[in-house]
């Protein structure tokens, strides 16, 4: 279990998620996203989280005006932690008046005695050979061993990967086992 900022504990629990891209009208098209995908997404978060859950989301939540963020953080079930992707660009005071956390990039974590990761929105490269690097940024770059050409140890959490969903870490690393 690790805390960051006194809020955040990460544990085989915490959802984790990247590159919503909510209120960003072109990347249905760039991605090859469903022609509901906002709407599956904010559907798919908040029947899997419940509203004391704690989300990780890897950058490049949201879009637009300001009017829309509110909207959504209102809107989506759990607590929101966020590393800030090439598209977040509202302040830390703004997130944080509107219940975001935003967190460093990359963020550190020894889960246990066998594995240790880093969380960030850029995949890391060169990544050590020791940590696994959950990351957004590649979108549709499938995980391995499909086809990220990034290594075992770089988990690609894009939603167009995931299935439109968050999912629990524990998920993810039993994927690596």
């Given at each position: 279990?690790?805390?960051?900022?006194?809020?955040?504990?990460?544990?085989?629990?915490?959802?984790?998620?990247?590159?919503?891209?909510?209120?960003?009208?072109?990347?249905?098209?760039?991605?090859?996203?469903?022609?509901?995908?906002?709407?599956?997404?904010?559907?798919?978060?908040?029947?899997?989280?419940?509203?004391?859950?704690?989300?990780?989301?890897?950058?490049?939540?949201?879009?637009?005006?300001?009017?829309?963020?509110?909207?959504?953080?209102?809107?989506?079930?759990?607590?929101?932690?966020?590393?800030?992707?090439?598209?977040?660009?509202?302040?830390?005071?703004?997130?944080?008046?509107?219940?975001?956390?935003?967190?460093?990039?990359?963020?550190?974590?020894?889960?246990?005695?066998?594995?240790?990761?880093?969380?960030?929105?850029?995949?890391?490269?060169?990544?050590?050979?020791?940590?696994?690097?959950?990351?957004?940024?590649?979108?549709?770059a499938p995980p391995?061993?499909?086809?990220?050409?990034?290594?075992?140890?770089?988990?690609?959490?894009?939603?167009?990967?995931?299935?439109?969903?968050?999912?629990?870490?524990?998920?993810?690393?039993?994927?690596?086992?």
């Amino acid at each position: 279990m690790f805390t960051a900022n006194n809020e955040l504990v990460i544990t085989p629990d915490i959802w984790i998620i990247s590159d919503t891209h909510f209120f960003h009208e072109n990347i249905g098209r760039y991605c090859n996203r469903p022609e509901n995908w906002q709407d599956l997404i904010i559907n798919n978060w908040n029947e899997l989280i419940a509203p004391d859950e704690q989300v990780l989301h890897l950058g490049d939540f949201a879009l637009g005006k300001k009017i829309n963020f509110e909207l959504l953080t209102g809107s989506l079930n759990g607590k929101l932690f966020l590393i800030r992707g090439n598209h977040d660009r509202l302040s830390k005071t703004y997130c944080e008046a509107h219940a975001v956390t935003l967190l460093n990039d990359p963020l550190h974590v020894d889960y246990n005695d066998r594995v240790r990761l880093v969380f960030s929105h850029h995949p890391i490269v060169p990544l050590p050979d020791d940590l696994i690097n959950l990351h957004g940024h590649i979108h549709n770059a499938p995980p391995p061993p499909e086809g990220s050409n990034l290594g075992r140890h770089h988990i690609n959490m894009s939603v167009e990967v995931r299935e439109y969903r968050p999912w629990r870490l524990k998920e993810i690393i039993r994927q690596l086992e």
